[in-house]
């Protein structure tokens, strides 16, 4: 299994975040070129998987285009066991 962050997998899970980051590729691809090759999966690995982006390096792209990012956290529903365990040790 791969891991980091793909263009696709962004677009699945969050694809209001892969719209923006997109819109930023269309404007200033350049001046982030590394970033899209790799977010995109344009070259791979030298185990020969594609290449990948974290998710600290897509939210440095969005605060080099001027986007402040929040992360919530908040518990599943389905989880509650699971995250009472975490939250209530």
Known sequence: MSKGIT???LKQ???QVAEVLDRIEKVN?????WF???Y????????????????NAI???LNENG??????????????K?????IEP
Do not use: C, Q
């Open 82 to 86: 699971l995250w009472k365990e975490i």
């Open 7 to 9: 263009k696709l997998k």
């Open 36 to 38: 899209f090759a790799n």
């Open 13 to 15: 899970s969050f694809p």
């Open 40 to 55: 995109s999966g344009k070259y791979n690995s030298p185990n020969g998987i594609k290449r990948a982006v974290s998710l």
């Open 67 to 80: 986007f402040d990012v929040d992360i919530v956290v908040t518990p599943s529903p389905s989880k509650k």
């Open 59 to 61: 939210v440095d792209i």
């Open 29 to 33: 691809k350049k001046n982030h070129y």
